[in-house]
């Protein structure tokens, strides 16, 4: 790869910043500001450093993403999310099993906190089904009797009814959602193992090139990059991987 960054994939990349320590998490950041074009703060991190890292990303001129999975009342989430916006957020996102309404609450409190504090809307994603349930326990734990591939995109529709800009979604999911819900209808991938990493036991999983090819907007990685000796080379062989020609 040679030396320039491509901003275009830069803008299309999170780092999870999944470590328990604001030194690990300030670590990451001065290391792969130049590499990702957002820091994903999820709720390992947050409940324990969650203020003092999100400013630092925002010191650093970067963006964050508050992984923090909002489900809960219409009001609370209308509050919740008006602070994370005046918290200078550039994505957060909630639990469409919340319902139409409480994403709508989302909504407005970002709207809200976004004209108060005269800051950038942030994108606000739906968390459909989280790829820990499988169908057994959609059937028999949780009652529900539906096909996950048809709860999923219920509940992404019902996101995008409710205003929100687009979904969390797995590898295989992408597709789907993009033929049904609109090229416009954002979707971010996590679970994404470069062609170097595929060795863990994540299900799921696409290589960044294959999830981009799909239809991707944005793309998560986590430990691929966090846990590599070299994380440099490793985020460097990433941009090679995408950049080239074959996937
Ligand atoms: O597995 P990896 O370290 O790449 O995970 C990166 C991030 O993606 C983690 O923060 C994890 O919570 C998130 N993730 C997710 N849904 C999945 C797999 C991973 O939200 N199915």
Do not use: W
């Amino acid at each position: 790869m040679n030396n320039i960054i491509d901003q275009n994939i830069k803008n299309r990349l999170m780092l999870a910043l999944d470590v328990d320590t604001i030194d690990e998490a300030k670590e990451l950041v001065d290391l792969l500001n130049p590499y990702f074009g957002t820091f994903k703060v999820g709720l390992q991190l947050f409940c324990q450093n969650g203020i003092e890292i999100i400013k630092y990303i925002k010191e650093k001129n970067s963006n964050f993403f508050m992984d923090v999975k909002l489900h809960d009342i219409a009001n609370t989430i209308e509050r919740a999310s008006y602070n994370i916006v005046k918290n200078g957020a550039s994505f957060f996102n909630v639990h469409a099993f919340g319902s139409i309404e409480m994403m709508k609450s989302a909504k407005k409190g970002a709207l809200i906190a976004a004209r108060d504090f005269n800051l950038d809307i942030p994108k606000i994603l739906a968390v459909t089904v989280l790829t820990s349930i499988d169908e057994k326990i959609l059937n028999n734990e949780l009652m529900i009797k539906a096909h996950s591939s048809d709860l999923v995109l219920q509940l992404a529709l019902n996101a995008k009814i409710a205003g929100l800009d687009g979904v969390v979604a797995s590898a295989n999911e992408i597709k789907l959602i993009k033929k049904e819900l609109g090229d416009d209808f954002i979707v971010l991938t996590p679970g994404i193992r470069p062609k170097f990493s595929i060795n863990d036991e994540q299900k799921r999983t696409a290589t960044p090139k294959k999830a981009f090819c799909d239809g991707a907007d944005y793309i998560v990685l986590g430990r691929a990059i966090t846990k590599a000796n070299d994380k440099i080379e490793a985020i460097k062989k990433v941009y090679s991987e995408i950049q080239g020609e074959n996937d």
